[in-house]
């Protein structure tokens, strides 16, 4: 893995504001979708695309790419912004979210963009998925040659099928395969201790025979020593709990379970325009 200097730190910091901004923009216009997780997971996705991921965004089919696989589909505004910032497709493609005809659906669908390695919508599958590709690379002998990655929400742990497939990668070992569970405590009706309590979470997927790093998701130096951690493991999948402010950068949407399905209106847009701009200008 690459080594993170300072330098770099800024730079990513910089990248997860744009890529903030154009959530902010895509999401205003397509005046539907998820905001608050997808601004909670900007630093997250910034950090695994322009820095940790093997991949090309000008050979999307590269067979030695790292998949990384996106199991809570909603908050897809980030994978979006963050795929176009990276060099995929143009940025004025964001504006498309949600629109008739449009490759960027509300959930990933893999048959309109086929960068995306899964269609997700369903909460609960993308473990699965990615447990399915581990395995098949494992069987293969490729499990030492990449990493098949796997974010997914602390909301959509209510689903039987997440711990399923946390069963059967302990089962099979599957140290290529990396989980990252956005710890950002909120879900569409509430906080998630209220709805259905998952604590103590890093001692319940210990159980499953899972290596567990618990780290702030955006402290960027911290999260490099866990993915570096986490590569390291020999024997076990490896779990990331990642705790996350929903809404992050946008200070009235932070911690606000409200802004889970909700987008901003034309004023709200434009109020949380500036105070990104404002980071911006630091």
């Not at 903030?20 to 397509?30: G, Q, T, W």
């Not at 946390?166 to 710890?183: E, Q, S, T």
């Not at 997927?205 to 402290?219: K, L, P, Q, S």
């Not at 866990?226 to 990642?242: G, H, N, R, S």
Request: aromatic share 10%; glycine share 8%.
């Amino acid at each position: 893995m690459a080594y993170l200097s300072e330098e770099k730190i800024i730079q990513l910091e910089k990248t997860a504001n744009d890529i903030r901004k154009s959530i902010i923009e895509m999401l205003f216009e397509a005046g539907s979708g998820h905001t608050a997780g997808a601004l909670g997971m900007a630093d997250v996705f910034t950090f695994f695309y322009f820095h940790i991921l093997k991949h090309d965004p000008k050979n999307p089919e590269w067979e030695e790419r790292d998949r990384l696989v996106l199991s809570n589909g909603h908050i897809c505004p980030v994978l979006y912004s963050t795929m176009a910032h990276a060099g995929y497709f143009p940025l004025e493609e964001l504006k498309t979210l949600r629109k008739f005809g449009t490759r960027l659906q509300g959930h990933p669908h893999r048959e309109y963009l086929p960068f995306v390695e899964t269609s997700s919508g369903p909460l609960g599958l993308g473990l699965s998925q990615a447990s399915g590709m581990a395995l098949a690379d494992k069987m293969d002998g490729k499990s030492k040659d990449r990493f098949i990655y796997c974010f997914l929400s602390d909301g959509e742990l209510d689903e039987g099928n997440s711990w399923e497939a946390m069963m059967f990668a302990g089962k099979n070992k599957l140290r290529n395969l990396i989980a990252v569970i956005d710890r950002n405590n909120i879900q569409i009706s509430g906080n998630t201790e209220k709805v259905m309590p998952l604590e103590p979470l890093a001692d319940k997927i210990r159980a499953f025979n899972w290596h567990v790093i618990e780290v702030d998701g955006h402290d960027f130096k911290v999260f490099n020593k866990a993915v570096e951690e986490a590569q390291k493991v020999q024997d076990k999948p490896i779990v990331i709990i990642a705790n996350t402010i929903p809404g992050k950068g946008v200070s009235f949407m932070e911690r606000n379970y409200k802004w889970h399905g909700k987008t901003p209106n034309k004023e709200e847009a434009k109020m949380a325009l500036e105070e990104l701009r404002r980071f911006s200008k630091k």
